[in-house]
């Protein structure tokens, strides 16, 4: 009964967020044809620290929506209460039973694909005494300019 009041607590305190249900569907980003937003998706596996084995992720019921906790207090192997987080942007097959899906908003203005580029250029330079002095550049014509020549 006390998980079910936390539950429609959270619901309550999270229902003027759009949930991107409709969104990505058959790709792994785009945008949301409720609100508009950029959203990539990813996928979470937790494992164990002590023995590294995967555990069965759920969603924490209080809290912030996308906070991803483990299903049961302790690690079925070895009994630790430790976990750490793996990302993944693709799912592995043997991962399925795992993993759980998120879908987070992406700022695509300050991304590194739209931000601004820099270049940079490099002088070499020359030292002075390897430097090879050219030889003016002489020519001679037969005319000064602006007279023509009789033939």
């Known amino acids: 009964m006390k998980n079910f009041i936390i539950y429609l607590f959270s619901i309550l305190t999270n229902a003027s967020k759009c949930r991107h249900?409709?969104?990505?569907?058959?790709?792994n980003e785009g945008y949301c044809p409720d609100c508009g937003v950029y959203l990539k998706?990813?996928?979470?596996?937790?494992?164990?620290?002590?023995c590294a084995h995967k555990r069965e992720a759920s969603r924490a019921s209080f809290g912030t929506r996308d906070e991803v906790v483990p299903a049961s207090k302790y690690c079925p192997v070895c009994g630790g209460a430790e976990f750490y987080i793996?990302?993944?942007e693709k799912l592995n097959i043997t991962d399925i039973n795992f993993a759980i899906e998120v879908k987070e908003e992406y700022d695509i203005s300050n991304s590194g694909l739209y931000g601004?580029?820099?270049t940079k250029v490099w002088v070499e330079t020359v030292e002075e005494d390897k430097k090879e002095e050219a030889p003016p550049l002489l020519i001679e014509y037969a005319h000064p300019a602006g007279v023509l020549g009789v033939l």
Do not use: D, F, H, T
């Open 21 to 27: 249900a409709n969104a990505l569907l058959n790709s």
């Open 41 to 50: 998706k990813y996928y979470y596996v937790l494992r164990c620290s002590c």
């Open 86 to 88: 793996e990302k993944y």
């Open 116 to 118: 601004e580029s820099s």
